[in-house]
Every structure is written in C-alpha cells, then in structure tokens.
C-alpha cells in the first residue's frame, strides 16, 4: 500500500455558547467559544468510508449546549473536563477528547437600583479621531474634529423584545418578548465650535474627558433603554449623547445586531428558558443612523468604516 494513515482527529470548532444565570433581576453570563478535537479508532472512515464509529461533530456541538444547561459553566476548566470525560468515557472508539475554550471576559455596565443585565466585553475598543482643517481662503478657516470608537461590544441580556414587524411569504422570524440584544457600538460624533467645544463645564474639558463622558452616555442608555428593536436603543444612545453634551452636534452609529439564538434543547428533553444560547457571528443585521441636535445639518461620513 503506497500510503498509510497518519494522525487524525476530528470535532466541532468553535461552538459559540453563551449561558446566562439568572439571579433575580442579576445575571451572570459566560460566553465560550468551545472546539473539540477527538481521536482513536478511526481509521474505518478514512480508508473505507465507514461511519460505524464516528460521532458525528454535531452531535459534539449539541452536547456543548446540552451540558450548559444541565451543568451550567463554573469555568472553562470544569466545562472541558467534563466534555472530556464524557467523549472518552462514553465512546468506545474515541481514546482521546482535546477541548479548547476561549472565554470572553465581561464586566457589568453599572445602572441605578438593583438591576444587573447589562454588559460590556472587557478590551476591545479602539478610540478614533480625525481632525480636517481648511484654510478656507477668503471664507476663512474651517475645522472639523470627530471623534469616535469601535468595537465597543456590549450585551443586555434582558429588557429586549422584537415583535409586531412586516411578515411576508418569506418570513421566519419568531417574535419574541425576551431576547438577548448585543451589538458591537461603532460610533462617530463630531464637536462644534471649531472644535472647541460648547459653553459651560463641557467645553472646559479636555478630549480625554468628553471621551470618558460620551462613552458612558452611550454605555448608559444602551443599558437603561428598554429595546423593542435596535432602532430604538440606537436612537436612544445618540440622543443622550447629543442631549447631555452641548459640545457635540452630531452622532453616527453603527451597530451590528451580534445575533443569539436560544439553543434548542428539547430534542434532548431539556427546557431553555433563556439560559443557553448560540452566538451566531453572520449575517448580522446592520442597523445605522445619524442623531442630530435639531437644526444641525448632517456631516459626519455616512459610512463609519472608512474612518481611521
Ligand atoms: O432589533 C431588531 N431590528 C430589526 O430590524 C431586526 N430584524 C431582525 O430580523 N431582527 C431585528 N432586530
């Protein structure tokens, strides 16, 4: 025989399961990206095809979200021991399980009173700015100065509905009364006055600080806006910001809906009462809109990716 079989495994890559633990109005969530790497006695599928000894990698994936619910996830440590035993001790022909887990870290965003679904992934966003100056001529000097982030990804993991929209002969969409909302907030907002701000304790602060403000205004409404859409917290964000912040006239956003689908576990005889879900990475909705002060005319780019 001129070739022989090497090395070989096989699994789901990256189940991206996300379990949330309610305690009262607090939640706590877990968000893992889980691959799992099995081998043993599977030279049969490779070098005739047959599948007498192959769990399939879906049903890998399965048991990932099975084993959130019934178990929950102490820690990716506990979580892969577990999904390790189960492959090695449960499957004849599997001698080896290797799992490897990413987990997403999330600090809570805080709000007044007692509630505590909201949250934002710890590290991930980027602060933009871009400044134009024009020497204008005759008409003389023009300044423009946004600024702005990305990849703020944040996550209520109540207080979101969806539901009363259009349904045509190809619509699917389940309405729902609880979902998780999560997107990652891309935001540019543009200064007035030159640059410099306006009146009052806003525009004595430095650019550090109206970040540090404009950030929190945008963390805080999307934490406290009840949301029966995207649109709607969208809205909401930019509106706070431009209310609370006489030095900015304008904000654009674009915010990824980071879809999570409930993980349906009633085939294995498990409920799911918003406790474990996938989280699908594509397609996602792309909502986007200016918020404006009233009579301020529209001059922050429409498209936020060209941006620095
Ligand atoms: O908040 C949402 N807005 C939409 O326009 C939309 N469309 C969709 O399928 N899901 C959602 N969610």
């Given at each position: 025989m001129p070739t022989v079989l090497g090395q070989n495994q096989y699994g789901k890559a990256e189940t991206r399961v996300v379990r949330v633990t309610r305690d009262g109005?607090?939640?706590?969530?877990?968000?893992?990206?889980?691959?799992?790497?099995?081998?043993?006695?599977?030279?049969?599928?490779?070098?005739?095809?047959?599948?007498?000894?192959?769990?399939?990698?879906?049903?890998?994936?399965?048991?990932?979200?099975?084993f959130a619910k019934e178990h929950g996830i102490a820690s990716a440590e506990e979580f892969a021991v577990r999904l390790a035993r189960h492959f090695v001790t449960g499957q004849e022909?599997?001698?080896?399980?290797?799992?490897?887990?990413?987990?997403?870290?999330w600090d809570r965003i805080p709000v007044p009173g007692p509630g505590g679904h909201s949250f934002v992934r710890r590290g991930r966003e980027t602060r933009t700015a871009q400044v134009t100056f024009d020497s204008g001529g005759a008409a003389g000097e023009r300044?423009?100065?946004?600024?702005?982030?990305?990849?703020?990804?944040?996550?209520?993991?109540?207080?979101?509905?969806f539901h009363g929209y259009v349904k045509d002969r190809y619509t699917t969409l389940p309405e729902t009364r609880d979902?998780?909302?999560?997107?990652?907030?891309?935001?540019?907002?543009?200064?007035?006055?030159?640059?410099?701000?306006?009146?009052?304790?806003?525009?004595?602060?430095?650019?550090?600080?109206?970040?540090?403000?404009t950030r929190g205004h945008l963390l805080a409404a999307f934490a406290e806006t009840y949301s029966l859409s995207l649109q709607q917290t969208l809205y909401a964000m930019g509106s706070r910001v431009i209310e609370q912040?006489?030095?900015?006239?304008?904000?654009?956003?674009?915010?990824?809906n980071k879809h999570h689908f409930l993980a349906d576990l009633r085939p294995f005889g498990l409920?799911?009462?918003?406790?474990?879900?996938?989280?699908?990475?594509?397609?996602?909705g792309l909502i986007e809109a200016t918020v404006l002060?009233?009579?301020?005319?529209?001059?922050?780019?429409?498209?936020?990716?060209?941006?620095p």
């Open positions: 109005p607090v939640h706590h969530i877990r968000d893992l990206n889980v691959s799992i790497a099995l081998s043993g006695a599977m030279d049969d599928v490779h070098l005739s095809g047959s599948n007498a000894r192959v769990l399939p990698t879906d049903t890998t994936k399965n048991t990932v979200f099975a022909a599997i001698g080896t399980a290797r799992i490897r887990i990413e987990e997403y870290a300044w423009q100065i946004l600024s702005g982030l990305k990849g703020l990804v944040v996550m209520n993991t109540t207080d979101s509905e979902r998780i909302l999560a997107t990652e907030v891309n935001a540019c907002w543009r200064h007035v006055r030159d640059g410099e701000g306006g009146g009052g304790e806003e525009g004595k602060a430095g650019w550090d600080e109206r970040y540090e403000r912040t006489p030095g900015i006239d304008e904000i654009r956003l674009s915010l990824p409920d799911n009462d918003n406790e474990v879900y996938f989280a699908a990475d594509r397609p996602y002060r009233d009579g301020a005319t529209a001059a922050v780019p429409v498209d936020l990716t060209n941006l």
